[in-house]
């Protein structure tokens, strides 16, 4: 098993141009979310899904936007790149069933810089 | 949402048991408390969980206080890969989502 899978690792931007941070799992989780990680700061989540079809918004969604057309795949799309937007971004996705779940697995990043 | 609360750093010797205090006075009776690390700037790692009962496993133990309003994370013989930044988290169960919420944590130096 890969797990969670990013690409890409680094990536910088121009202001105003768009891009789309690829993340898969080949684990059959149901859950899937995405962060932000400020320097020195926490997580943030930005986006999360419940499965195929279904998303909802986090703490920071704010220009972003997701879909979730497959269980695997979870891209996350930077429209209008902003200087604020600058930060580390992870995948994540877990298993859920009724009131348990069993950890979430992140996937190892995508570094992103607005210049 | 139960909140917690972390010393922002510490430091503990090789070899020694690192003990990480976590505070959640608010936790209600269905959450869980849940814990992370991060090496350098990898993507978290889970480390164990539990809802009141002590948890042991591989890489930790976690003892919760019998009120739940506290609790520490027992790393029993750090060693140098153990340097991280400590995450505690309460599980946000909120509708049909299990959503973390990740605060600063801890930072664990350990030295030689």
């Known amino acids: 098993n890969a797990g969670v899978t990013q690409t890409p690792k680094f990536r910088i931007l121009k202001i105003g141009q768009s891009m789309t941070l690829q993340c898969t799992q080949d684990m059959n989780h149901n859950y899937m979310y995405w962060y932000r990680q400020d320097p020195g700061m926490g997580l943030k989540l930005i986006y999360y899904s419940v499965g195929a079809g279904i998303t909802d918004k986090g703490e920071v969604p704010n220009g972003y936007n997701v879909s979730r057309s497959t269980t695997e795949d979870f891209p996350l799309r930077l429209e209008l790149a902003a200087p604020s937007q600058t930060s580390v971004y992870f995948c994540?996705?877990?298993?859920?069933?009724?009131?348990?779940?069993?950890?979430?697995?992140f996937g190892s990043g995508t570094r992103l810089t607005v210049v | 949402d139960a909140k917690t609360t972390q010393p922002p750093s510490m430091d503990c010797a090789e070899g020694r048991a690192a003990n990480l205090p976590c505070n959640h006075s608010t936790i209600s009776g269905n959450e869980y408390v849940y814990w992370y690390r991060q090496i350098h700037s990898q993507g978290p790692q889970y480390i164990i969980h539990g809802l009141k009962n002590n948890e042991t496993n591989e890489m930790a133990s976690l003892i919760i206080t019998e009120d739940r309003k506290s609790s520490t994370l027992i790393l029993p013989h750090a060693t140098l890969r153990d340097t991280a930044v400590y995450y505690c988290?309460?599980?946000?169960?909120?509708?049909?989502?299990?959503?973390?919420?990740f605060g600063t944590g801890t930072r664990l130096q350990v030295t030689l």
């Open positions: 988290i309460v599980r946000d169960y909120t509708g049909t989502a299990s959503k973390l919420t």
């Open positions: 994540a996705s877990s298993y859920s069933a009724g009131d348990q779940d069993y950890g979430y697995t």
